[in-house]
């Protein structure tokens, strides 16, 4: 037993699912550390763990309660369980022996204000808030442990869209944003602190300022101002949210980055209206061309998923027929999981476990034949590469701006340098290249 006071109590964190989650997780890991914590490895002993949790499909919620048992399995810790899968179903998460406090998506950044002494209790404390009406905003952002390369800045959460398929808005709200004014000081202390390059995160960035009257155009153009800012890359934008304006402000800036992750979900237009989206296939196809007309060397990652009610054989070819038409350059790929609450669990006519889990291999194959080819196209090219903390015999490994992985012999490149690189080939699943010129930054 012991409280926060005790001399360098140790915490550790774990956090699944999205980019999103890993940013309020290093703000929920500063209030610790602030407070005379040593933060280690989750792996490692603690007197506290926390995971921030996912919920998007059943088998996030599976592996949250495996994470959540393997921090049990310590000596008598202290266990703090927040997120999406604590938020829609705190009474299950609850009832797993040893959990010592469940916390909503709305006390997650408050829980120094409802924990004041990390003795193991009896009962678990609950605290999980109705997240309609929830206008607060949890300031957050992140790097991957250990690197200062690439921060995650979160400007939005919650979402107002309601695809049937979808838990977000259940566990995270209605749409909301980070002032412009707040993200331009949070960007300049992120660069002051050694960051090249920083990815706006949210539920729904695409959707960013629509409350206040602003736009993510705006705050773009603003961000690109930032002194020392080198890069500057957009996590992912709906389909219907990507303007041409935006479009033109990333071909004609030297920051931003020549990137976009734009979900398709489905590429047959019947499915689309069940999932309740808000484009057709039509217009899916001509943003992409017009994506890449404007930005040839643009890496364009989609989402689909595959197996949700009703979709038949001749809906998933037309999907994977879309998908190899089009100049896409990654995908990740997701088995329709039935949701509580959601309109689609409902919907009847459902896809075998077995089909569904067929035509993720299916266009899970496709996706990687998509990586390699989009690759082969940068050999022979000199790119700009930010070099991170993955390392992997003896390769140093970073990313370009239009987000190809290419590694470089560990002793010619060192983490957080941006280095001109002559691209040699292409290696398992990454290019391979070697420095052409000078380190740009160092």
């Known amino acids: 037993l012991f409280s926060y006071y005790h001399p360098m109590p140790r915490v550790a964190l774990h956090t699944l699912g999205c980019k999103l989650n890993f940013a309020e997780t290093e703000t929920i890991g500063k209030q610790f550390s602030d407070r005379g914590f040593d933060i280690v490895d989750f792996a490692e002993p603690a007197d506290v763990y926390v995971v921030n949790t996912c919920s998007v499909t059943t088998r996030a919620d599976s592996e949250c309660r495996q994470v959540i048992r393997r921090a049990l399995r310590n000596s008598n810790p202290f266990v703090v369980v927040t997120g999406c899968y604590a938020q829609l179903q705190p009474e299950e998460v609850a009832s797993i022996d040893g959990v010592d406090a469940v916390l909503g998506a709305k006390e997650k950044f408050s829980l120094f204000d409802h924990i004041d002494t990390f003795s193991k209790r009896s009962h678990p404390l609950v605290l999980v808030s109705d ?200 995908l990740h790929v997701f088995t329709y999981s039935e949701r509580p609450d959601t309109p689609a669990a409902i919907f009847g006519r459902p896809v075998e476990p077995k089909v569904r889990f067929k035509r993720n291999e299916i266009l899970r194959m496709l996706g990687q034949k998509k990586k390699s080819a989009f690759y082969a196209t940068m050999v022979g090219r000199s790119l700009t590469v930010l070099m991170e903390e993955d390392v992997e015999d003896g390769m140093r490994f970073g990313h370009t701006t239009n987000y190809v992985r290419v590694g470089l012999p560990l002793e010619s490149a060192e983490r957080n340098t941006l280095v001109m690189t002559n691209i040699l080939g292409v290696e398992n699943g990454a290019c391979i290249g070697t420095i052409s010129g000078q380190v740009i930054a160092a």
Request: hydrophobic share 35%.
């Open 131 to 330: 997240i309609y009406g929830v206008n607060e905003f949890g300031p957050a952002h992140s790097s991957t442990v250990g690197e200062r390369t690439r921060a995650f800045l979160k400007i939005q959460d919650g979402c107002d869209f309601n695809c049937s398929f979808c838990t977000i808005p259940l566990a995270r709200g209605a749409s909301r944003s980070l002032g412009a004014d707040h993200c331009v000081e949070q960007a300049s202390d992120l660069v002051q602190q050694g960051f090249r390059e920083i990815v706006l995160t949210g539920v729904n960035v695409g959707d960013y300022g629509k409350q206040s009257g602003t736009s993510l155009l705006h705050l773009l153009q603003r961000l690109a101002e930032v002194e020392g800012l080198q890069r500057l890359r957009i996590s992912s934008i709906e389909p219907n949210l990507l303007t041409q304006e935006i479009i033109n402000f990333v071909a004609d800036s030297d920051v931003m980055c020549k990137h976009f992750h734009i979900p398709l979900q489905s590429g047959h237009d019947e499915i689309l209206r069940g999932m309740r989206r808000r484009y057709t296939t039509a217009i899916y196809k001509d943003l992409i061309s017009r994506v890449k007309e404007q930005v040839p060397e643009c890496g364009i990652g989609a989402d689909v998923i595959v197996g949700f009610p009703g979709e038949t054989e001749e809906h998933f070819e037309r999907t994977n027929s879309l998908l190899q038409e089009l100049p896409i350059s990654y």
